[in-house]
């Protein structure tokens, strides 16, 4: 069984999905699995989170049995990159409350902002099995 990273995120937000794109191309270990909230397996992780699937305020990235959301989720996410996003890890040396206020402000906005699609992307099929949880997960 696979005990990589978990990434819990919103299929259908245009700032999420490209953010998953951008991840693809730039981890450095190729651990993290990818989970829709709108899948069946997504909907599940989110409640037992405490996340409303119908209506996420955050994404969760669970690591090592833990769940992380909002800014310390993005940060942690970040932490598996190479790339320009590594700049951004530079957000450890704010507080939290402000990190998850920018956060926040990005959350509640991001169909307004980067738009919303009507249904999840499709992984590439060279991907596609790191797009689903594991037995038993």
């Known amino acids: ?7 819990l995120y919103d ?5 999420c999905s490209g ?3 951008y991840t693809l191309r730039h981890e450095r270990d190729h651990a993290i699995r990818f989970v829709a909230i709108q899948s069946r397996e997504g909907r599940a992780l ?6 409303d699937p119908d209506e996420p305020e955050s994404f969760l990235f669970i690591e090592r049995g833990q769940a992380l959301a909002k800014s310390d989720g993005v940060l942690a996410l970040i932490a598996h ?9 530079a957000g450890h040396s704010l507080p939290k409350s ?10 509640c906005n991001r169909y307004r902002i980067f738009g919303r699609k009507t249904a999840c992307e499709m992984p590439d099929p060279a991907q596609r099995q790191r797009f689903s949880l594991p037995e038993g997960a």
């Open 1 to 7: 069984m696979n005990e990589g990273p978990i990434w």
């Open 11 to 15: 299929g259908v937000c245009v700032l």
């Open 19 to 21: 953010g998953v794109r």
């Open 46 to 51: 989110a409640v037992r989170h405490g996340i």
């Open 81 to 89: 990159l190479n790339g320009p996003a590594r700049l951004l890890l």
């Open 98 to 107: 402000w990190r998850d206020w920018l956060y926040e402000r990005v959350a």
